[in-house]
């Protein structure tokens, strides 16, 4: 426990390792503003800020001109050469081991803590103790959120069993899984089949399960040759879609598979003729019939469904019990903090001004599992969310990794990946909130670089309409 803690106090203290701030400012004219050194206080006007971001544009702009691949940021991009046999290779063997025991321990200590938090409110925040209503309202709220994190983090640990890097044992691993989701209204196993496969094609344009990005024309449609005639996006258009975006991510996804691929047509054994995302189309994590699932899949997904069907009917029963309006504050507002949390962790994860995704020509499995990034949430994020936030690179190489481990592992990958290790840490959990508002203003669809050649010409990047970084590529109508 020792050595855990003094790598996760170092991790805390660094903001992204030296290889990265080396490489990124050597290779680039302008580095990207989570690679970039600290500025002087003479530095930190508006007008200079402008200035900055002005140049950093021109810059970008006339490295896209001769070729280059360009992020949003303006900095040049160049392909990963590493080998996943590299990156195993550079992971301290002790890393890979899993302890059942271990894994059961934070099992029991999350629902003690659950267990407690929810006692104390209830014996506690009473109109005997506390006569005002108004401030019982208020703590039952902070109730809410606190237990929503901690529950968050029973998802995590149920996230673990379906990676089997719970444990050792599959039966326990998929046993401690599907109870612990099947209680937070996730179909366990429908859930790990598809977040699999996300695994297995990270950041494939026409393959991954989840955060797949809009085209340029899948966002603007026939507007797609006509940017210059469009306007910025609101901000408050911009605050609506974020807000729906946290509310309704997560069952979105579940119901009508929001923001994964839409290639269902090529599913192999011709499960997805005629499917295709959105309300009604056949595409979801409950059908058995599902184009996200092989046939012989299929019971596993019939299982998924019993489990949400016991725990509805163990929340029906204690509605009955205790009310609506209890259940509403005991259960399903946290629950509602828990969909935000997993969408806001997973949704900054994989998008990134930084970040590229590849079309089928150009990618390969090192180069997508690098298409994703480490951020810091400081106590929250390392002790009640199990660290999903701070290692997620390295759980995109090797997701059999127990988090309690991953903090080691990925100091070990990041002398291999070097300047292509992502980390964004600026702000701790402030600056982790804030990413949420800078990504959906800057990532708004992904394109090629304007004047990319050959393979670079398949690896797309984000761009916006609202004159944020790298301008759009010019498209003419023909």
């Not at 580095?31 to 200035?51: C, G, I, V």
């Not at 009508?256 to 269902?264: A, E, Y």
């Not at 690098?370 to 390392?382: C, L, W």
């Amino acid at each position: 426990m020792a050595s855990r803690r003094t790598t996760r106090e170092a991790a805390l203290k660094s903001s992204i390792t030296t290889d990265s701030v080396s490489s990124s400012i050597s290779n680039s004219a302008v580095a990207s503003p989570n690679m970039s050194p600290k500025r002087s206080s003479s530095s930190t006007s508006l007008s200079s800020l402008d200035s900055e971001a002005a140049h950093t544009a021109a810059v970008g702009q006339h490295k896209a001109r001769s070729g280059k691949m360009i992020d949003t940021h303006g900095n040049e991009f160049e392909l990963p050469d590493f080998t996943i046999k590299q990156i195993r290779d550079a992971i301290p063997a002790h890393c890979y081991q899993r302890s059942a025991a271990r894994g059961l321990g934070y099992v029991a200590r999350d629902i003690v803590y659950l267990t407690v938090i929810f006692s104390v409110f209830y014996h506690l925040v009473t109109p005997e103790f506390i006569p005002s209503v108004a401030i019982r309202a208020g703590l039952w709220a902070i109730y809410t959120v606190i237990q929503g994190m901690v529950a968050t983090g029973v998802w995590v640990l149920a996230h673990e069993c379906g990676h089997q890097s719970f444990s050792a044992s599959r039966i326990l691993n998929d046993s401690v899984g599907f109870v612990l989701h099947s209680s937070l209204l996730v179909p366990y196993f429908s859930w790990k089949l598809s977040h699999s496969q996300h695994h297995k094609a990270t950041g494939h344009m026409e393959r991954d399960m989840t955060w797949t990005p809009s085209t340029r024309e899948q966002y603007l449609g026939k507007l797609a040759h006509q940017l210059h005639e469009l306007t910025e996006e609101t901000p408050i258009a911009t605050a609506l879609h974020v807000i729906g975006q946290q509310l309704l991510g997560w069952p979105l996804y579940l119901i009508n598979n929001v923001t994964g691929h839409n290639f269902h047509e090529r599913q192999s054994e011709g499960r997805g003729k005629g499917k295709k995302n959105g309300w009604f189309g056949g595409v979801n994590h409950f059908d058995p019939n599902s184009p996200l699932y092989s046939a012989k899949e299929a019971k596993f997904i019939f299982g998924s469904d019993l489990g949400l069907l016991a725990a509805g009917v163990g929340l029906y029963f204690l509605t009955q019990k205790f009310g609506f309006s209890n259940m509403l504050v005991w259960y399903w507002i946290p629950y509602l903090w828990v969909n935000h949390w997993l969408v806001a962790i997973t949704f900054l994860q994989h998008t990134d001004p930084t970040l590229p995704h590849y079309q089928p020509e150009s990618w390969n499995f090192a180069r997508g599992a690098a298409a994703t990034i480490d951020r810091e949430f400081g106590f929250v994020g390392r002790h009640l969310f199990h660290g999903i936030i701070e290692t997620h690179v390295l759980h995109h190489y090797v997701s059999t990794i127990p988090f309690y481990n991953a903090d080691e592992a990925t100091d070990a990958i990041k002398p291999v990946m070097g300047k292509h290790y992502r980390s964004d840490t600026r702000g701790g959990p402030l600056g982790f909130l804030r990413s949420l508002w800078t990504s959906a203003r800057m990532c708004q669809w992904v394109e090629p670089t304007e004047g990319a050649q050959g393979d670079a010409k398949h690896v797309l990047f984000y761009r916006n309409r609202n004159g944020l970084g790298i301008t759009p590529a010019r498209i003419s109508s023909n």
